[in-house]
């Protein structure tokens, strides 16, 4: 398992994290267990959001040096540049379950809705619902949120939607569940400076474009449908 992770890494050019965090494998466990109900899994999908988040932001979140006043001195501090817009981008419907997770460290954020959904015989994306701007500022800082990551087809019109608006991949991140190699290859190839953070990587995406074993359809099992 490890071996073809590293093998399939070693392939790509953008980065991909796995971070170890217990609580983003709890979650994960939590999610793809089939008996898990779906409040519980709605949970799930908000912690695992929320957590990937926290380790996304890390090296992505603008920052700037000031001084400031405490009660007693003058220090430095590090605060978050608010000059420099954020903006979170959730793939719906399943990319909505990680939003509330996500919007708890990033309440500033500008939220802009698209609506993506797979053809159930062709695995084709199409869009339904377009809310982004027809321009974004060039130094705007985007994070997608897509549970799963499968043949890759939904992702990569998110991506030519977002970049065609003057968006660039070298300060885009996707926070993903499940990611699968045929995604990860085809972003690699089109957005070498793209970073997903991802709660787990599978190998196997079956016949009906299902992440094996995955954790079934994410967007029925978020919305109870
Ligand atoms: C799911 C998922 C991704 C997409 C991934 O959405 O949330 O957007 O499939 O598959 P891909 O990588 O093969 O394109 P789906 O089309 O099922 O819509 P939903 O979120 O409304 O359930
Ligand atoms: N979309 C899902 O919801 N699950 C998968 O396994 C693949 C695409």
């Known amino acids: 398992m490890i071996s073809i992770h590293f093998k399939l890494l070693m392939t790509i050019q953008l980065r991909v994290y796995v971070p170890p965090h217990p609580l983003i494998k709890h979650w994960l466990g939590v999610a793809r267990d089939v008996s898990t109900p779906s409040p ?16 996304t932001i890390r090296d992505w979140l603008p920052t700037e040096e000031m001084m400031i ?21 959730p793939i719906l419907r399943a990319g909505l379950a990680l939003l509330e997770g996500a919007q708890t460290l990033l309440p500033l954020a500008s939220i802009y809705h698209l609506g993506l959904v797979r053809n159930e015989e062709t695995l084709e994306p199409s869009c339904y ?13 985007v994070l997608i949120t897509d549970p799963m990551l499968a043949t890759g087809g939904s992702m990569m ?31 690699s190839s089109s957005y070498p400076s793209l970073t997903i953070y991802t709660a787990m990587i599978d190998e196997i995406v079956n016949d009906q474009g299902y992440i094996v074993p995955g954790l079934g359809d994410a967007g029925d099992r978020s919305f109870g449908t």
């Open 129 to 141: 619902l377009n809310k982004l701007p027809n321009q974004f500022q060039p130094n705007t800082h």
């Open 157 to 187: 019109l998110a991506m030519a939607e977002l970049v065609k608006r003057g968006v660039d991949p070298a300060l885009t991140r996707i926070i993903s569940v499940v990611a699968a190699p045929p995604a990860l290859q085809k972003l």
């Open 69 to 89: 006043q405490s009660p007693l001195a003058a220090c430095p501090a590090t605060m978050i540049n608010p000059e420099v817009p954020l903006v979170v981008v």
């Open 40 to 55: 519980l899994f709605k949970s799930a999908m908000t912690e695992l959001g929320r957590w990937l988040t926290y380790e």
